[in-house]
């Protein structure tokens, strides 16, 4: 099946932004998703959030609400980490909100479109993310490991078809340590990922036909997963958009 690129704008963290998400399966939780045990089978974590997603399609009301400090943080830090990459490295960041299919089952809020003055088909993606943890300074500033958030990236690089993305890391109250990493498109990762998504996308839809037939109602008509969800051009908006210069060798790069 085929499907579009749709996007909202409702600020982040708003009744509205929790309705559009509502069952839908995102790129923060693709982490979560592609959990496997040994022998294969999908963890208790992922078969939860399988359920969850379910529960919020047939349901209708969003599960699992919450607002951490680290998130407040997060949410009222990010326009000063974008004034100061752009600052920093003379591109500017468009801000787009939350892309979804028009099935609405697969979306991502990505932080935003790295306008660079080069033509490219494909959109470079901006994620930021605020330094709270001590660990994460150490392990991700320092350390260079991002292991933590390759999942989110690839599927958000994934379904806006995007050159790569460049991840921010913006330590808040050490603003000099502040890094950004640029990840290129990695084709074998997209593909992997896929599979998974749609993998998990099944047990998803598995899981609401599930809860439906327990209450009576016909399920007959809720599409399947059999495929990639869509095939489209580099979704919008896009057309300043360029990729960094970067090698096929490194998948992960520091740009400063």
Known sequence: MSASILWSLAPQQSDEWFAIRRGVVTGSIAAVAREKLKNGTPSKAC??????????RVGGKPLGIFTNEAMRLGTSEEPKAREAYEDRT????????????????????????VHIPVPSLRPWLWECKTIVSSDRLFEAVIGGDVSEWIDQCTFNVWLLTAA??????HVWDLPELSREIVIPRDEAAI?????DMVEFERMVAANERALLDAMGKASAELPTANDAPWSIEPAKPAAMAAPASTTNQALLLPAF
């Open 47 to 56: 078969v939860l959030k399988a359920r969850d997603l379910a529960r919020e």
């Open 90 to 113: 003379g591109f500017m960041v468009e801000e787009v909100g939350f892309a979804y299919t028009d099935d609405g089952r697969f979306g991502c809020s990505v932080d935003g479109i």
């Open 164 to 169: 790569g993305i460049r991840l921010y890391l």
């Open 191 to 195: 593909e992997a990922l896929e599979r």
